[in-house]
Nanobody
Framework: QVHLVESGGGLVQPGGSLRLSCVAS????????MGWYRQAPGKERELVAS???????YYADFVKGRGTISRLNAENTVYLDIHSLKPEDTATYFC?????????????????????WGQGTLVTVST
């Protein structure tokens, strides 16, 4: 089992900034990629930013120039820093991780892929 715990959400004024943190724990052999998604009320979940094990980074257009995703591989942790927040950034932000766990199958080590989500952290941008 792999678990993600997010933190850092809350109420922020327009123009402000925040840092979201996500820590993965459990049976982790390797994490190939971690990312942040968000879901606003009545809307579909959308990718905000992601980073893979090779350092490749993706940003959605709506966060380019305002957001920075960073990852501490040794600590299975990913951060998302966003500045110049707008009311339309209000959403629940979810952490996502994809990778492999190690298992023993009749004494032989094998690897099982996983994709897990955090419980979400609410970000509200308002006066």
């Amino acid at each position: 089992q792999v678990h993600l715990v997010e933190s850092g959400g809350g109420l922020v004024q327009p123009g402000g900034s925040l840092r979201l943190s996500c820590v993965a724990s459990g049976n982790i052999f390797v994490i190939n990629g971690m990312g942040w998604y968000r879901q606003a009320p009545g809307k579909e979940r959308e990718l905000v930013a992601s980073v893979n094990s090779g350092g490749g980074i993706y940003y959605a257009d709506f966060v380019k120039g305002r957001g920075t995703i960073s990852r501490l591989n040794a600590e299975n942790t990913v951060y998302l820093d966003i500045h110049s927040l707008k009311p339309e950034d209000t959403a629940t932000y979810f952490c996502n991780a994809k990778g492999y766990s190690s298992i023993l199958d009749e004494g032989t080590p094998k690897y099982r892929g996983f994709e897990v989500w955090g419980q979400g952290t609410l970000v509200t941008v308002s006066t």
